[in-house]
């Protein structure tokens, strides 16, 4: 009996053992009646599955026919053409551009996600010859050969002089045939003769040879160290493919200095070299992620021309307009900064976004105050009507302006005026409340808000919203009481990565707001800003922002 148990152990775990060789996103067709047709199945987590039929077509199945070894397909089918199959639903609403090695590296729900039957199996026919053709391609290994001699530097018959203020810092040698077939060496090399002289700042001279390198091999790596100076090389030789790349960096390298330094060092290096571009991107992030850079230590190097800039921005991250004050307040002190260009900051600040209580606090723990006694008080009073006189009565009476920046408010964070929801929460549903209004007038009245994520078509029948098949991942955002009909509201909502910064800010079209890709990878889709490097935003945080209708305005 003993060995007869021992026997069924053995086939039991044999049964439960991963094939041999068997990967995740590896695929194989089943049930078919030859070896280029049957129903698609793909390995993940120690088993196979199938694929939903949902949005499969040509592109998808050419992925899996090319995969296993055939030239194409000629038929994309659902409906279980080859029956149904077993096990796990695998993938739902797949979308290939066609290139990936497998469907696993496809747009699509994310690994068993789907609520699909297996009568909705997809299937494939592929074209039943195999490639007729076997290249040995060893062309992977021409970069690091063409580096290699580079590096040996011998054979030369271009010599080029590295100089800084006019000192030689640096001597490289190269090869004139290699550097002629890349069009990128061309600005280096721009006149006859055997030498070339490269003026270069002292900060960039150790990437000079990266550089050169590339001009070879036509590859390169950038980090966040070494970026800025190749792109001033770049940009100053008319390599345009790497100047370009560089500057499509700056947004994903960014984000990764959680101190502020580079973003503001790029600031600088955008002002000096005249790049609108750079210089967008660089306060764009400063300005997403305001309410992190005030509790920075880079925050007192923030220079006053840049702070005046974040200071006019409507789509200001920030907890307050209180926080914000009080970060100007610091910012002003520490720095000794001078009484006209701290008036230029004050102006800039939206006092009637405070409410009373905070403004009569500003006299007592504003080190500003007493110094800018008189302009303090104008701005208090000014905030103080907007408080307590009705904004017709404003208008009729002070032709007082509602749609000034000073009466909109910006993205307050604090829990008066936002909610969140994680990407991976169980229950991505939130119900809240918020004012009316900044008004004191609309201090007694509430709104009730309902915010959902909607990462699927199924959650946005689940949640009774209508939905088209290219609209999720979405955020749902509705009001669910009574508001008043002067008041319309332009909501936003911030996306987060990783916890640890802003990497985009979208609007609410009526009730949704559709997500972009956090990394590119869904070319339907368009993408952050500032690209998560996770590859999804880890928090959805809502802003709700009131304001007045007046005749110049009219969005609810």
Known sequence: MAPLRLVWMWLLVAGTQEPTGVKDGDMRLADGGSANEGRVE????????TVCENMWDLTDASVVCRALGFRNATEALGGAAFGPGHGPIMLD????????????????????????????????????????????????????????????????DLFIRVKVREEDELAICAHKLILSTN?????????????????????????????????????????????????????????????????????????????????????AYALATRDPVLEEICVQFLAWNFGALTQAEAWLSVPPGLLQDLLSRTELVVPSELVLLRAVDKWSRERSTSHKEVEGLVEKVRFPMMPPRDLFSLQFNLSLYWSHEALLQKKILQALEFHTVPFELLAQYWGLNLTEDAYQPRLYTSPTWSESVMSSSYSPYRSFQTPQHPSFLFQASSVSWSLVYLPTLQSCWN???????????????????????????????????????????????????????????NSSRSTSLFPCPAGFFSRFQVVIRPFYLTNSTGMD
């Open 93 to 156: 609403e797949v979308r290939c551009t066609g290139t990936e090695p497998s469907l696993a590296n496809c747009s699509s729900l994310g690994w068993m996600r789907s609520n699909c039957r297996h009568d909705e199996d997809a299937s494939v026919i592929c074209t039943n010859e195999t490639r007729g053709v076997y290249t040995l391609d060893l062309s992977g290994e021409l970069p690091a050969a063409l580096e290699q001699i580079f590096e040996s530097q011998k054979g030369c």
């Open 183 to 267: 069009p990128e060496a061309h600005g280096l090399w721009k006149e006859p003769g055997s030498r070339v002289t490269m003026e270069v700042d002292a900060e960039c001279v150790p990437t000079v040879k990266d550089f050169i390198r590339y001009l070879y091999s036509r590859r390169i790596d950038v980090s966040l160290s070494s970026v800025k100076c190749l792109h001033k090389l770049a940009s100053a030789y008319q390599a345009e493919q790497l100047q370009s790349y560089c500057g499509h960096l700056f947004a994903i390298l960014i984000p990764q200095d959680p101190s502020f330094r580079t973003p503001l060092e790029l600031y």
């Open 463 to 521: 949640y009774g919203f209508s939905c088209s098949s290219d609209d999720p991942p979405l955020l749902a955002l509705s009001k669910s009481s009574y508001s008043s009909p002067t008041i319309g509201y332009e909501n936003r909502a911030l996306l987060h990565c990783e916890g640890s910064f802003v990497a985009d800010v979208i609007d609410f079209k009526g009730w949704k707001a559709l997500i972009p890709s956090a990394l590119g990878t």
């Open 42 to 49: 793909i390995y993940y987590s120690s088993q196979w599955g």
